[in-house]
């Protein structure tokens, strides 16, 4: 990316203000980067952790495979899941809240035995699945802002803070050369003053 300036000491000044925000933000940006990046291997964690305690939970409960054809289909169904935002690294992610349930009412009586712990089985085993999920995208959306952060962190080193510097040295370089171009100039119309001075005194 070529930076547009001009050779001023107007474009200097205003090159070096967009260099000084560059090299003060460049820190913050790296530190956002490691800590999102932190964050983004935790939440894959927690959500591979979360899949691993639902397939041990559904290999616990493989002894009931039989029985679930006796379960009453829709005797349990989610109404709601609540979600709320939290802020992880600066970043807004969902985070699971309440899973509300419909329990659809039953003859405990004439039901088997076991349809009071089917169902609070179902209840863990939707809450495991969903909180699974809910993991994943927040490590999807975590994982997107690293990417911009690492990208904003390459554009300031790699890129701006370069150009910058390259222009203001520029710059500096041209208005030394003007510097010393009207330093050689006024000598040299000194030194002809002088030689005219005593060529009209002789």
């Known amino acids: 990316m070529a930076i547009k300036f001009q050779y001023n000491k107007t474009a200097l000044n205003n090159l070096g203000k967009q260099l000084k925000i560059r090299q003060n933000a460049l820190p913050t940006l790296q530190n956002k980067e490691s800590a999102l990046r932190l964050e983004v291997r935790k939440a894959k964690e927690r959500s591979e952790r979360v899949l691993a305690d639902l397939e041990a939970s559904l290999?616990?409960?493989?002894?009931l495979a039989a029985l679930w054809n006796e379960f009453q289909p829709g005797l349990i169904r989610i109404t709601d899941v609540d979600l709320y935002t939290a802020k992880v690294a600066g970043v807004k992610v969902p985070a699971l809240g309440d899973i509300h349930y419909?329990?659809?009412?039953?003859?405990a009586f004439v039901k088997p035995a076991w349809y009071a712990d089917g169902v609070r089985i179902l209840q863990e085993l939707s809450r495991l699945g969903i909180e699974s999920e809910v993991w994943k995208e927040c490590a999807r959306i975590l994982e997107f802002q690293r990417k911009k952060t690492t990208q904003k962190v390459n554009l300031y080193e790699k890129v701006q803070i370069p150009g910058y510097k390259e222009a203001i040295r520029k710059i500096k370089r041209y208005m030394e050369d003007e510097e010393n171009l009207s330093k050689a100039s006024s000598k040299i119309v000194k030194q002809r003053h002088a030689e005219e001075e005593e060529a009209s005194a002789v």
Do not use: H, V
């Open 102 to 107: 419909e329990i659809l009412p039953f003859n």
């Open 59 to 63: 290999q616990r409960y493989d002894y």
